[in-house]
């Protein structure tokens, strides 16, 4: 139990109180006067505080309404608190975000990192804590059994860095597993409307031909130099852009 809170583990909650852990999360958001910030699953509000001083445009998204209450209360914290799913979330001003921070648990995870990269296509960085088994997906590259859209989509957004690991004893209660906290900065490319869509369709069934999946890259293979029989597991991320606005293209 944590400030009377006991977690719920159906939202998957270890709450952080580290103050070196959390220091070096906040100096990793790079947050700038004026920047528009998002934090998805505050919890306790560890990382709020420190947030809420470096910006005056803090949104927090927290599903547990509970907490939600409690950090509406806490007067140590000035931001605009939306006590909601963040993946049924759809108004929350996703294009106009600059900075994104969130400490991801396991279960969601995969799910809302493709909902910010569809929506929040602005952001410049984006910093968070993910279970360290799943760097594995993360990081894959091309080719390999855990490469899959995650891995696709963290590569196009820009320069993806592993910055720590943070021990269970960080968290109350622990989880069971190590954390890593990464981060994400984003280079001039904008994923275009549609290709988070398009992705999962390609690896929707990752052992069938890329053609299965999405039969409208049959004809345009050829130009990229790719094999109809290509699966989507052999393709490089930025080919996949690039196949991408060929069929927007083609059907314009």
């Known amino acids: 139990m944590s400030n009377g809170f006991l977690p719920e583990s159906k939202f998957g909650q270890n709450f952080l109180i580290d103050e070196d852990i959390i220091g070096n999360i906040i100096d990793l958001c790079g947050i700038e006067e004026g920047d528009k910030v998002l934090e998805i699953g505050p919890g306790l509000g560890s990382l709020s505080v420190f947030l809420s001083d470096k910006t005056s445009d803090l949104t927090l998204i927290e599903i547990d309404k509970r907490l939600a209450s409690f950090l509406e209360a806490d007067d140590k914290i000035s931001a605009a608190v939306i006590s909601e799913d963040f993946l049924k979330l759809k108004d929350y001003g996703a294009s106009d975000i600059d900075v994104v921070v969130s400490n991801l648990p396991y279960y969601v995870m995969t799910d809302i990192m493709k909902k910010l990269f569809a929506e929040c296509v602005n952001a410049r960085k984006m910093v968070f804590m993910v279970e360290k088994d799943a760097l594995a997906r993360i990081l894959a590259p091309v080719g390999t059994k855990q490469y899959g859209p995650l891995a696709v989509f963290c590569s196009l957004y820009g320069d993806t860095k592993v910055e720590f690991d943070v021990p269970r004893n960080c968290f109350v209660p622990a989880p069971n597993t190590t954390s890593s906290v990464i981060s994400l900065t984003k280079d001039d490319l904008i994923l275009p409307d549609g290709f988070v869509k398009f992705i999962n369709r390609c690896f929707a069934q990752r052992r069938k031909k890329?053609?299965?999946?999405?039969?409208?890259?049959?004809?345009?293979?050829?130009q990229f130099g790719l094999d109809p029989q290509v699966r989507a597991e052999q393709i490089e991320p930025h080919t996949f852009y690039e196949l991408y606005n060929a069929i927007i293209g083609a059907s314009v």
């Open 210 to 222: 890329l053609v299965n999946n999405v039969k409208e890259v049959s004809g345009i293979l050829a």
